[in-house]
């Protein structure tokens, strides 16, 4: 099994308080990358939305989560060390390999089986984990 992702929070307020603290990171590479494109200051400040800014740091924190590749052998051990919790599989049953994320108080495990696609599948599962689970703490 390998564990990548800086982002696991363990209550709702950790939640609030990451997504607070991705938020200058959402900043600066919002202004780096339209900087790259050669915005001045009037197309940035047409262009460069509160909603901007916003998606980029909805997208970061995404991209920080936590999540654990393995076989489907060892997410069904996970599993079992964690009885109480809901599970939410997308993808095949006959599939070998699952990407999951622990929401640990909410007691759920959200999980995408793949094939030959890890880092697709880990995007998927983080924004639908971030979608479905994270977004309404916010």
């Given amino acids: 099994m ?7 929070p363990e209550t709702p307020e950790d939640v609030r308080s ?3 603290d991705v ?4 900043q600066v590479v919002v202004r780096e990358t339209a900087s790259a ?6 197309e940035y400040a047409d262009r460069i ?6 998606t ?5 924190f995404a991209s920080l989560l936590t999540v654990h590749h393995g076989t489907r052998a060892e997410f069904e051990a996970w599993c079992d060390d964690h009885p109480t919790f809901d599970r939410e599989v997308m993808g095949g049953e006959n599939v070998d390999s699952v990407v999951w994320h622990s ?5 759920t495990v959200v999980a995408a089986t793949y094939q030959n696609e890890p880092t697709a599948a880990a995007g998927t ?9 994270y977004r309404h703490q916010l």
């Fill in 125 to 133: 599962l983080r924004r639908q984990v971030f979608g479905r689970h």
């Fill in 103 to 107: 929401i640990d108080f909410a007691e």
């Fill in 56 to 60: 980029a740091r909805d997208a970061l």
């Fill in 37 to 42: 494109m050669q915005f001045d200051r009037e």
């Fill in 23 to 26: 938020g200058p990171t959402a």
């Fill in 49 to 54: 939305t509160s909603d901007v800014i916003e």
């Fill in 18 to 20: 990451m997504y607070e």
């Fill in 2 to 8: 390998q564990t990548v992702g800086m982002i696991q």
